[in-house]
């Protein structure tokens, strides 16, 4: 081989088109919406049922009944114990998976082609017909409840956690997370878990998307099958309020004496998945904290060694969630990783990205968009975000397009409208005596010290 | 099932390839075993191997520093590296027409990277490093287990006895010259396997692998892996520790010597860690969390690893209100309970498995990865194809008699993590 072949990048070879799989949406007599997508070479079909059951259509009294009610699904059904639904289940190799976000509640398995049908009637009987004994609600309240004194102790929840208080203001249901508040989820019980299931789960609130080997005609079958003699109707859902818990930059500092590293979160309130702005918003954040070679990365990580990693990240949720920045710094450092933080907000706002920026980060996100579709619960995943913020049945259709159109003026202006340094909240999870004299010098905001109270008292030690 | 095409070929240079041609998505892996990992490092250098591997992303000879993760991320690609006892590896999922692409970055950094290397580099890389020893153990609730449960399985003298991240000190003390040693003993074609996976023409493929890595030389054979590798099957006895943390509730770790990967016992073992910990219907999450409540979580492990000896870990955290003694005496009944295991508890670990390892192949990816593995591991990519009957040849006779063996208190290491104020006050 000559020195020049070696010297130089190879070149591309020619283009190869890459398509979305076609989906087909239809609405049932009864209102439950199926989708069916026919994708990939495997004799596996993913079954994943979305219910309008979200964190956000609790009220703040019932704070963590959304998630306490999806994962006490698996409790039982009026047909089957707990117990034995996880036979039925996994005797078919079929692992249940339930997650419960802002927006939605959902419910998933994957099987083999061969299996659908069985998989279908398990997945029908969860969701339509849980049981919810009083014995299973408690034990997963009880470990929810665990969970939440976990995270006040694992950093980089409390960080999320922290965050989450000073970004959104008293009222907002972001502020709190889907796990509830420890004081009202202790209240909680099968009744209530029953009755949210009542107004909230029902079929005009649910949607079933079967992605995989399965053709359309069959898959409206089956969904029809399982899911057709279904009846009932949504509660109506409360409305939601989104507001600004900061108005200037401050400081907050979690104090975790002895950390040798800092959580820091950086961040306001964003936009909503459906501002139009979104995708325009995708490219800039690629260049500022989405992707390794982003801008927070290069800096704080491999010019100044300060981390492991920086990232930023717009939040798609149904109102405008965080926009934040995220890392973990050495303690020794973390008042310069904050201002090199700032700097390159700063330094993004005032020069605007360059055109090669803009065209690498289009090309690096209409590029890895196939990459992350190559399973058939992937394609599940982008699917329900049709389904859940309803974007039109071909949006990713033409979302690479759209990502590919992105120019320079739109990303400025983007920019400029929906990151603003001068109203970040920065949450430091840390050593406070350590970082708050370094802090205080930064000269960006107030400093103010949280010392958290106590994990919420334990049950006694039982008698041994 | 299944069933993975495959084909196998040896470069001169001792570069062992594996090609896997699948046209249904315009995507293609490149994956790069190199058969080095933490267990061939040196006494004073723990961690090194993975310091090593961050500086494989630095730049070589033809490519600029920062210029490899440029290129792959605007070429629409994704990658990563990764470290681990027996090996390390590198791989790029990459839009299929930058095949080429792919194959020269890796290629140059095989045959082209000491030109590249600085002590400016390094420093930044090993301030990166112990950044994320802080943020994966350090800083981490229960975050040192594995290297504190390594240290207890295996002894002083063996090369599983201290973790992948390594020690501070020993990241400390690298220098310029532990790089060169380092590549010009490990990096070598005759040390390494390149999977490639996805939408590529096969005599394409084989002339541009030919072509950037065909050139680059041998090296020499490599050296054993320093210390007593073989070891006794079981440990002997029970060890134990207690460790106090900034945590909110107690952890039990419990982990067990296994026969090593690919052993016949070792299949077994996996199927056990799917009986007592994958699921819902697993027997440790029935008992422990369902019917007794103590538990709030409940995970099983079998170590994938090759050299004298593996290990089975489970891992459970107390409920508020439940000491870690109370919860590991139901623990063990469980364990011991193992040896009269039903045949539907073998039956639902064994369909588990299966149908994981079907949805894991539908990335290239993962195919490309797992073909590197066995290649590196056993020689022998088929196991693609043919693991999947190792596991379904396991009985219910396999599982009683590998508890009895194996799960006792002759052989098992108990570590009780506290949290450092008890009375939450």
């Known amino acids: 081989m000559t020195s020049a072949e070696r010297v130089n990048e190879p070149p591309p070879g020619p283009i190869r088109d890459y398509h979305f799989p076609e989906v087909n949406s239809r609405t049932l007599d009864n209102c439950v919406r199926s989708v069916v997508c026919t994708a990939g070479d495997l004799p596996l079909v993913t079954?994943?049922?979305?219910?309008?059951?979200?964190?956000?259509?609790?009220?703040?009294?019932?704070?963590?009944?959304?998630?306490?009610?999806?994962?006490?699904?698996?409790?039982?059904?009026?047909?089957?114990?707990?117990?034995?639904?996880?036979?039925?289940?996994?005797?078919?190799?079929?692992?249940?998976?339930t997650w419960t976000t802002w927006d939605a509640t959902h419910v998933r398995v994957t099987t083999i082609t061969d299996r659908i049908e069985g998989a279908l009637a398990l997945?029908?009987?969860?969701?339509?017909?849980?049981?919810?004994?009083?014995g299973e609600v408690e034990r997963i309240r009880d470990e929810q409840l665990a969970e939440i004194i976990q995270r006040g102790t694992e950093p980089r929840a409390l960080a999320d956690d922290m965050a989450s208080r000073s970004i959104f203001a008293e009222g907002s249901p972001y502020r709190r997370s889907t796990y509830g508040e420890p004081d009202v989820l202790r209240c909680l019980t099968a009744v209530d878990a029953t009755a949210f299931h009542h107004a909230r789960m029902s079929p005009d609130a649910t949607s079933v998307l079967l992605v995989g080997d399965v053709e359309a005609s069959r898959g409206h079958d089956l969904v029809m099958r399982a899911f057709g003699d279904w009846g009932g109707k949504a509660a109506p859902v409360p409305q939601v309020e989104v507001r600004p818990g900061v108005h200037e930059t401050s400081i907050r500092l979690i104090d975790r004496p002895g950390s040798v590293q800092s959580e820091v979160r950086i961040g306001h309130i964003g936009v909503p998945r459906t501002h139009?702005?979104?995708?325009?918003l995708l490219v800039l954040n690629a260049i500022l904290g989405g992707s390794f070679t982003s801008r927070l990365n290069l800096s704080l990580r491999e010019k100044h060694g300060f981390t492991y990693g920086a990232r930023s990240a717009f939040a798609a949720r149904r109102h405008a969630g965080p926009f934040m920045i995220s890392t973990?710094?050495?303690?020794?450092?973390?008042?310069?990783?904050?201002?090199?933080?700032?700097?390159?907000?700063h330094a993004l706002l005032r020069d605007g990205p360059t055109d090669d920026e803009i065209a690498n980060a289009r090309n690096f996100l209409a590029g890895v968009f196939p990459l992350q579709l190559q399973s058939t619960e992937e394609i599940a995943e982008r699917i329900s975000d049709i389904v859940v913020y309803d974007l039109p049945i071909d949006y990713f259709q033409h979302y690479r397009a759209d990502l590919l159109r992105v120019d320079s003026t739109s990303v400025r202006q983007a920019a400029s409208l929906h990151i603003r340094p001068e109203e970040m909240a920065v949450v430091i999870v840390g050593d406070a005596a350590a970082l708050r004299p370094t802090l205080e010098q930064l000269g960006i905001g107030k400093v103010t010290v949280d010392n958290l109270a106590p994990a919420p008292a334990l049950a006694p030690a039982d008698a041994e | 099932m299944v069933e993975i095409p495959f084909e196998r070929y040896t470069l001169d240079n001792g570069l062992r390839v594996v090609l896997s041609r699948d046209a249904s998505a315009p995507v293609v892996a490149v994956?790069?075993?190199y058969h080095v990992g933490s267990r061939n490092e040196k006494p004073g250098r723990t961690g090194f191997a993975h310091l090593f591997e961050h500086m494989m992303f630095q730049g070589s000879e033809h490519v600029p520093e920062m210029v490899h993760f440029s290129l792959v991320e605007k070429a629409g690609g994704s990658l990563n590296g990764s470290t681990w006892l027996d090996r390390t590896n590198y791989f790029e999922t990459l839009p299929a027409h930058y095949l080429e692409l792919g194959l020269w970055l890796e290629a140059d950094r095989l045959g082209w990277l000491l030109p590249a290397m600085t002590q400016a580099k390094l420093d930044n890389q090993r301030d990166v490093v112990k950044n994320e020893r802080r943020w994966r153990i350090d800083n981490q609730p229960y975050g040192d287990?594995?290297?504190?449960?390594?240290?207890?399985?295996?002894?002083?003298?063996?090369?599983?006895?201290?973790?992948?991240?390594?020690?501070?000190?020993?990241?400390?003390?690298?220098?310029?010259?532990?790089?060169?040693?380092?590549?010009?003993?490990?990096?070598?074609?005759?040390?390494?396997?390149?999977?490639?996976?996805?939408?590529?023409d096969g005599d394409h493929a084989r002339d541009l692998i030919k072509k950037y890595f065909g050139s680059i030389p041998p090296g020499p054979p490599v050296p054993p892996i320093p210390g007593r590798t073989q070891i006794d099957a079981v440990i002997g006895?029970?060890?134990?520790?207690?460790?106090?943390?900034?945590?909110?509730?107690?952890?039990?770790?419990?982990?067990?010597?296994?026969?090593?990967?690919?052993?016949?016992?070792?299949y077994t073992s996996a199927v056990v860690a799917q009986i007592l910990g994958y699921g819902k219907a697993a027997l440790l999450y029935r008992t422990l969390i369902r019917e007794q409540r103590l538990a709030?979580?409940?995970?099983?492990?079998?170590?994938?690893?090759?050299?004298?000896?593996?290990?089975?870990?489970?891992?459970?955290?107390?409920?508020?209100?439940?000491?870690?003694?109370?919860?590991?005496?139901?623990?063990?009944?469980?364990?011991?309970?193992?040896?009269?295991?039903?045949?539907?508890?073998?039956?639902?670990?064994?369909?588990?498995?299966?149908?994981?390892?079907?949805?894991?192949?539908?990335?290239?990816?993962?195919?490309?990865?797992?073909?590197?593995?066995?290649?590196?591991?056993?020689?022998?990519?088929?196991?693609?194809?043919?693991?999947?009957?190792?596991?379904?040849?396991?009985?219910?006779?396999?599982?009683?008699?590998?508890?009895?063996?194996?799960?006792?208190?002759?052989?098992?290491?108990?570590?009780?993590?506290?949290?450092?104020?008890?009375?939450?006050?």
């Open chain 1, 47 to 97: 079954a994943h049922v979305i219910v309008n059951a979200g964190a956000a259509t609790e009220s703040a009294n019932q704070a963590g009944l959304a998630l306490l009610t999806a994962n006490s699904l698996e409790g039982g059904t009026t047909n089957r114990s707990g117990t034995q639904l996880a036979w039925d289940l996994e005797e078919l190799g079929l692992e249940l998976t």
């Open chain 1, 123 to 134: 997945l029908a009987d969860i969701v339509r017909n849980p049981a919810f004994p009083e």
């Open chain 1, 276 to 280: 139009p702005d979104h995708i325009t």
């Open chain 1, 328 to 345: 973990a710094v050495g303690t020794d450092v973390t008042s310069r990783a904050v201002e090199e933080a700032f700097n390159e907000v």
């Open chain 2, 31 to 33: 994956n790069l075993w």
């Open chain 2, 145 to 200: 287990w594995d290297e504190r449960m390594q240290s207890m399985i295996y002894p002083s003298d063996h090369p599983y006895h201290h973790s992948v991240i390594g020690s501070m000190e020993d990241l400390d003390a690298s220098s310029l010259e532990d790089v060169e040693e380092f590549f010009r003993t490990y990096y070598t074609p005759n040390n390494a396997v390149l999977s490639v996976v996805g939408d590529f």
């Open chain 2, 237 to 266: 006895k029970e060890l134990r520790v207690t460790v106090e943390q900034d945590i909110s509730l107690p952890r039990l770790y419990v982990a067990y010597r296994t026969p090593p990967y690919g052993t016949d016992d070792y």
């Open chain 2, 296 to 425: 709030q979580d409940v995970e099983a492990y079998a170590f994938p690893i090759v050299v004298g000896a593996s290990m089975l870990v489970l891992w459970t955290t107390a409920l508020p209100g439940v000491t870690l003694d109370r919860l590991e005496s139901a623990l063990h009944d469980q364990i011991d309970a193992l040896q009269h295991v039903e045949p539907r508890d073998v039956t639902r670990a064994v369909r588990l498995m299966e149908a994981r390892q079907l949805s894991d192949l539908q990335t290239v990816g993962e195919r490309a990865d797992q073909l590197s593995m066995y290649t590196t591991l056993f020689d022998d990519p088929a196991r693609i194809n043919t693991e999947v009957e190792r596991v379904r040849a396991v009985t219910v006779d396999h599982v009683r008699s590998f508890a009895a063996r194996f799960l006792n208190d002759r052989n098992r290491a108990v570590m009780h993590y506290i949290p450092k104020t008890m009375n939450g006050s």
